[in-house]
């Protein structure tokens, strides 16, 4: 199965606004969720100079290359195709499998773990609790105890889990880290066969 990207949910978001436009364009061309549309584009610079009406009018015409733009500029991008390098260099970061598959299903919603929404509302739950690693799944940091490790197939008294600060996102000593990933990476072909 096919997993959504990020450059995926922004075009359904653009498809999305698209339909919702010729929709109150057709519905009700006075919608506050038409004018919000008309609002973000005069934003962005298109559409700035034109009365309402010519506002509509070029707005019912826009191809999804213009919403696509839209979306870019939202999120602090010239256009669609710089945010669509920046998100593809994300993804391409994110697709390390013994960086973002530390989280096993059916395994680890046995053990507490704790989601952060930002690597450094993560940290700050390490430095101010015991007994907690912080690793990431698919570029979410998250906090896991020992049962995790556990459950990985490492050993959480690994010196090098304190060598790297038990962070594995930004540890502390790299090479601690290249050697606990290739335990790792040997745990999973012991698991697999």
Request: aromatic content about 10%; glycine content about 4%.
């Amino acid at each position: 199965m096919k997993s959504v990207t990020s450059i995926d949910k922004y075009r359904l978001m653009a498809s999305r606004l698209q339909k919702t436009t010729k929709q109150s364009l057709t519905e009700d061309p006075s919608s506050a969720a038409l004018e919000e549309i008309v609002q973000r584009f005069r934003r962005m610079g298109e559409l700035a100079t034109d009365s309402e009406s010519a506002a509509l009018r070029r707005l019912g015409a826009f191809s999804l290359t213009k919403y696509l733009d839209l979306i870019a500029y939202e999120e602090g991008r010239g256009n669609w195709a710089e945010l669509t390098q920046q998100l593809r260099e994300q993804d391409k970061s994110l697709d390390d499998a013994e960086d973002t598959e530390l989280y096993k299903f059916n395994a680890s919603e046995f053990n507490l773990n704790v989601w952060c929404p930002s690597y450094e509302e993560a940290k700050a739950y390490l430095d101010s609790h015991r007994g907690f690693y912080l690793l990431q799944y698919k570029g979410q940091c998250f906090l896991a105890q020992a049962p995790h490790i556990v459950d990985l197939g490492l050993d959480p008294k690994d010196p090098d889990w304190e060598k790297i600060g038990r962070d594995w996102v930004q540890p502390k000593d790299p090479e601690a880290k290249t050697r606990l990933r290739q335990k790792l990476q040997q745990a999973r072909e012991r698991a697999a066969s």
